[in-house]
């Protein structure tokens, strides 16, 4: 297929970046055709209909099988009168039942919005607030502690209750408790008129005449902290969302039917969603799905018990290579794990040569740094998986996707490096905010114009997405990340929003001031440290704090160090300095 150069996603390919690390065979530039997320689906199940397409809890799903299931959940969904452009909301494990639901979804012109199963009752309420959706998707296990205290405060009308094991095989499912989940979590959900998940899958499928703009019509709201920290709804729509696959599965090295993809990252999460998701379905692959994150050894006794001849794609984040990098003896407890991974990615966060070395060499696979973020449905750009590739940067842009630097306060003022042969503002002299331009950049927030015009701007006709995030060029194209604009606090993977915990805290009734930062940690990466101001006569310590976080935060926000103060620094308009406690702190480097 001839390309078209006036394609607003053609780069040029005499950028920098396209010279030297390039992968073999993955193309500079590639056409991205207009369909929607369930148009790919139902591509793929014409092309590898009787293949597996999800392993979960010793259960094998096929491309067919799933792809019944959407149906029949879709038109469920439909007599229950969700409409094109409803919300859904998914408070869901990693299961069958998320994807079968995120597709049921999509396919009615519905939009999917998954939560994080470790949020607590305020936290998800604060997220059902900005999507507002109509119906609710619940693991039953999960209801009585984290949706029942506030489920009045919604708009939800309508609740769909599943349980762990109800697209499993029973005699699969005792095999599988031992290892995953001891047993199977299950509880009562007594809102009226709950529906069975099952029940719904029951219904006869209808085909439905539902036409989708697939270059405005959203495919899920992503949860995001943006620019500000403050958690946003990033609309990905279905062009962003499918493009995005196709672009991972060229860098993968196109389709390669029977490939497994490790679903240890959470589905709610943009990195899971597409790199995990939707790439192992446009790659003609199958996805291996944990409810709960497994040992190391546990992964690699799945490994030895499946067939993986294809090999296996293992998108996650420092801290799970790490492990397998440190796992004794793997080569003679596990020999069929050895050069299955193939296929790996490590992102959010830098993968230090060390760690990446060490699991080459203990596991026979293959590794690169990837990058990416909510705002670009995530995937960005990657090393070079099938040849040498750069240490230290977050390697090449993926196919039809353009970067540059721009100044960090001024975008108006012109890149300062896009990557061009004549460009010569290279390295950590030129320093500025990475920004980036390519099919899968979100549409806008979710009613939020004013932080959308602050993070997507127009530069010679294209739309960049201005990424927060600070860093360099070098001469080959590649960049390098020197510090996070929004100081995003990386804890074992998770992005960890400064100011969302600052809020937090400050709704105990006794903290008058918080002020949050990350600090250095060898194994986390990154902690959560808190400096917080109390009420006078209040007994709190820091102690206290920490269980009260516990009962009110995701874990990996709960602060890590708390420090009590009599007041916070501010600076002239009244401003708490963060800044200045963190670099106060004796475990600061700079």
Not at 32 to 40: A, Q, V
Not at 538 to 548: A, G, H, R
Request: glycine fraction near 8%; hydrophobic fraction near 40%; aromatic fraction near 10%.
């Amino acid at each position: 297929m001839e390309l078209d150069i006036t394609d607003p996603y053609n780069v040029n390919e005499n950028k920098r970046w396209f010279k030297k690390w390039w992968p073999e065979g993955v193309p500079y530039n590639t056409i991205f055709e207009e369909k929607s997320i369930n148009e790919l689906l139902d591509e793929q199940v014409m092309k590898y209909s009787d293949r597996n397409f999800i392993w979960f809890l010793d259960t094998w799903i096929t491309y067919k099988q799933f792809q019944e299931y959407v149906k029949s959940l879709a038109t469920g969904l439909m007599d229950l009168g969700v409409k094109k452009g409803d919300v859904v909301a998914l408070h869901l494990p990693n299961c069958v039942q998320y994807i079968v639901s995120y597709f049921a979804i999509t396919r009615i012109g519905a939009i999917a919005s998954g939560i994080n199963p470790t949020y607590q009752p305020i936290e998800i309420l604060h997220q059902l607030e900005i999507t507002r959706p109509k119906v609710l998707i619940v693991m039953d296990a999960l209801y009585d502690s984290f949706i029942k205290p506030i489920i009045d405060d919604t708009n939800i009308t309508s609740i769909i209750s599943t349980n762990l094991a109800d697209l499993t095989n029973i005699k699969g499912v005792k095999k599988a408790i031992g290892k995953f989940v001891k047993k199977i979590p299950s509880g009562k959900v007594d809102f009226p008129g709950t529906i069975k998940f099952n029940d719904l899958l029951k219904t006869e499928p209808k085909e439905f005449d539902i036409v989708i703009d697939v270059k405005t019509h959203p495919a899920t709201y992503i949860m995001t902290g943006g620019t500000t920290g403050l958690p946003k709804a990033a609309i990905l729509t279905h062009f962003n969302v499918v493009s995005n696959a196709i672009q991972c599965k060229l860098w993968l090295g196109g389709e390669k039917p029977g490939i497994g993809n490790i679903g240890i990252l959470p589905l709610f999460h943009s990195f899971a969603h597409t790199v995990v998701m939707n790439t192992a379905l446009a790659i003609g692959g199958w996805v291996m799905l944990f409810p709960t994150p497994p040992s190391q050894t546990e992964l690699c006794e799945v490994i030895e018990r499946l067939t993986c001849e294809e090999g296996l794609i293992y998108a996650g984040t420092e801290m799970l290579f790490k492990r397998l990098a440190e796992l004794k003896n793997l080569k003679r407890r596990y020999p069929k794990v050895m050069g299955k991974l193939t296929l790996c990615i490590s992102s959010a966060g830098p993968l230090h040569k060390q760690i990446r070395d060490d699991f080459i060499k203990n596991t026979g696979g293959r590794i690169v740094e990837g990058y990416g973020l909510s705002e670009a449905s995530p995937a960005v750009s990657a090393g070079n998986l099938f040849g040498e590739s750069p240490v230290g940067s977050i390697g090449m842009p993926f196919p039809g996707t353009q970067w540059g630097i721009w100044p960090v306060d001024d975008f108006s003022e012109g890149p300062i490096c896009l990557g061009n042969p004549d460009d010569n503002k290279f390295g950590i002299e030129n320093s500025g905010e990475i920004c980036i331009s390519g099919p899968q950049v979100m549409d806008r927030y979710l009613d939020n114009p004013n932080e959308t015009e602050e993070t997507l701007n127009n530069y010679n006709d294209k739309i960049w997405l201005l990424t927060g995030d600070i860093g360099f060029m070098n001469e080959d194209g590649t960049i390098e990340i020197r510090d996070r604009k929004k100081q995003v606090i990386k804890c074992k993977g998770y992005s960890v929003f400064p100011k969302e915990v600052e809020e937090l805290l400050m709704k105990h009734p006794d903290i008058t001031e918080a002020a949050v930062a990350g600090l250095p940690h060898e194994e986390f990466g990154e902690i959560v440290k808190a400096w917080v101001s109390i009420s006078e006569d209040c007994n709190l310590s820091p102690q206290t704090i920490k269980e009260w976080a516990k009962k009110n935060m995701a874990p990996y926000k709960c602060p890590y160090s708390i420090s009590i103060m009599g007041e916070l620094p501010k600076n002239i308009i009244g401003k708490v300095q963060r800044r200045a406690l963190q670099e106060a702190d004796p475990l600061y480097k700079k």
